[in-house]
């Protein structure tokens, strides 16, 4: 069973900057790989970004290439989305995700086996 916690959402100005984090519960932390979802008002879930085990492979949505970064730290149980020149369209609650068992499809929200509660993020423009 892994437990997962995000912080870090709030309110910010469009151009701002945000980090997110998410820690996770167990001893197998880095056997999982990690997603940030996010799900704005009347829209469907969306993955925004992911990373494999060790940090190296990571994907972001082209919405937010060259302006989110994903990161990992596997003795801290713990990744990250640093968001930057934040947009108005990117208000949303953010969900970070962890799965084992599809790492050929980290893309769909179907591979993931444990969700966090979710944080807010609000852009003001």
């Known amino acids: 069973q892994v437990q997962l916690v995000e912080s870090g959402g709030g309110l910010v100005q469009a151009g701002g900057s945000l980090r997110l984090s998410c820690a996770a519960s167990?001893?197998?932390?880095?056997?999982?790989?990690m997603g940030w979802f996010r799900q704005a008002p009347g829209k469907e879930r969306e993955v925004v970004a992911t990373?494999?085990?060790?940090?190296?492979?990571?994907y972001y949505v082209d919405s937010v290439k060259g302006r989110f970064t994903i990161s990992r730290d596997n003795a801290k149980n713990t990744v990250y989305l640093q968001m930057n020149s934040l947009k108005p369209e990117d208000t949303a609650v953010y969900y970070c995700?962890?799965?084992?068992?599809?790492?050929?499809?980290?893309?769909?929200?179907?591979?993931?086996?444990?969700w966090g509660q979710g944080t807010q993020v609000t852009v003001s423009s």
């Open positions: 167990g001893r197998t932390f880095s056997s999982y790989y």
């Open positions: 995700a962890a799965g084992r068992g599809r790492p050929t499809a980290t893309l769909f929200q179907s591979s993931y086996d444990y």
């Open positions: 990373i494999k085990w060790s940090g190296g492979t990571t």
